[in-house]
């Protein structure tokens, strides 16, 4: 009886150890399981944070790729742009270039154009008229009663059709003209800040200063050939004086001033002989007086001022 009871208490424990193991297994396997849950959780995770990062790097470079497309695009119309006005500048300078050259062709051409009678929309009239010279400004001629230039806004409208009368060339000429006369130079003294003390008696002959001597006139006037087309010569005329004057052209039978010179001032300036080629110029002050003279023989070798 003893053997038996032992007997079942050996079984009872073997079968309550075999259950214990049993639970261990099976809390072990459900705590293995959860791991692989968890481990497979993250490696999503991860796999999901990749194909983010990938997604935002394809997204930043397909910016960068506009972007540069753009400014390519931008760059490509900005020298299409540039090349269409270096283009666009090419022609209208050759524009104006084609203009000037045939406005000065029918300049040309309208030199020694003759007529019997000229008359001027102001009601002026000339008798056998000779075209002389004919520039951007207007027309110098030669008439029975001497000679004259005219400026295209006072001759007829056919005459300025002929001569392709361009008033921005005129400006032009103008201008070009205008800056090879020199300003006058200003002498004058700047006024004491002090006044003067005025005496109360006056002084006595031997202190009174001296009066100032009257300015002797002086004047030089140069003449240089620059060129020459038919027989007729184009001078360039410089001229200097220390009073006011005028340079005076005697080459035709009827003189006729030229320029004006204003004191103490150079001017530069050109004009035309005849069609032989002869000139005689004079520099004359307001009272008549020869200050100096050339023409295409010699020079008068009188001795005026300098030129600088």
């Given at each position: 009886?003893?053997?038996?009871?032992?007997?079942?208490?050996?079984?009872?424990?073997?079968?309550?150890?075999?259950?214990?193991?049993?639970?261990?297994?099976?809390?072990?396997?459900?705590?293995?399981?959860?791991?692989?849950?968890?481990?497979?959780?993250?490696?999503?995770?991860?796999?999901?944070?990749?194909?983010?990062?990938?997604?935002?790097?394809?997204?930043?470079?397909?910016?960068?790729?506009?972007?540069?497309?753009?400014?390519?695009?931008?760059?490509?119309?900005?020298?299409?742009?540039?090349?269409?006005?270096?283009?666009?500048?090419?022609?209208?300078?050759?524009?104006?270039?084609?203009?000037?050259?045939?406005?000065?062709?029918?300049?040309?051409?309208?030199?020694?154009?003759?007529?019997?009678?000229?008359?001027?929309?102001?009601?002026?009239?000339?008798?056998?008229?000779?075209?002389?010279?004919?520039?951007?400004?207007?027309?110098?001629?030669?008439?029975?009663?001497?000679?004259?230039?005219?400026?295209?806004?006072?001759?007829?409208?056919?005459?300025?059709?002929?001569?392709?009368?361009?008033?921005?060339?005129?400006?032009?000429?103008?201008?070009?003209?205008?800056?090879?006369?020199?300003?006058?130079?200003?002498?004058a003294r700047k006024p004491s800040s002090t006044p003067k003390k005025v005496a109360s008696k006056p002084l006595p002959p031997e202190t009174q200063s001296p009066k100032k001597k009257a300015v002797s006139p002086r004047g030089n006037l140069k003449v240089r050939v620059v060129s020459s087309s038919n027989g007729r010569k184009r001078l360039k005329v410089t001229a200097y004086s220390n009073v006011y004057a005028e340079v005076r052209s005697r080459t035709y039978a009827t003189p006729f001033t030229i320029?004006?010179?204003?004191?103490?001032?150079?001017?530069?300036?050109?004009?035309?002989?005849?069609?032989?080629?002869?000139?005689?110029?004079?520099?004359?002050?307001?009272?008549?007086?020869?200050?100096?003279?050339?023409?295409?023989?010699?020079?008068?070798?009188?001795?005026?001022?300098?030129?600088?």
């Open positions: 009886m003893n053997w038996l009871r032992n007997t079942s208490y050996i079984i009872l424990f073997t079968l309550l150890a075999s259950s214990c193991d049993d639970s261990k297994k099976a809390e072990r396997e459900a705590q293995e399981l959860k791991e692989e849950e968890r481990q497979l959780v993250l490696r999503r995770h991860k796999e999901l944070e990749k194909e983010r990062a990938e997604a935002q790097a394809q997204a930043q470079l397909k910016i960068e790729r506009e972007k540069e497309l753009a400014a390519k695009i931008l760059a490509f119309e900005l020298e299409q742009k540039q090349a269409e006005e270096r283009k666009a500048a090419e022609k209208a300078a050759e524009f104006a270039r084609l203009k000037e050259h045939s406005r000065r062709e029918a300049c040309r051409a309208f030199v020694g154009t003759e007529f019997d009678e000229l008359n001027l929309p102001d009601d002026t009239s000339y008798t056998n008229v000779k075209v002389l010279d004919a520039d951007a400004q207007g027309i110098t001629i030669r008439h029975q009663h001497g000679a004259r230039t005219i400026p295209y806004s006072k001759l007829p409208s056919k005459i300025q059709r002929a001569c392709k009368y361009d008033p921005e060339a005129a400006l032009l000429e103008f201008e070009e003209n205008s800056k090879n006369i020199t300003p006058p130079q200003n002498s320029r004006s010179v204003p004191p103490n001032t150079k001017v530069e300036f050109h004009t035309y002989s005849d069609t032989s080629g002869r000139y005689n110029l004079q520099l004359l002050s307001t009272r008549g007086q020869q200050l100096d003279n050339e023409s295409y023989l010699r020079k008068s070798g009188l001795k005026g001022a300098r030129l600088d």
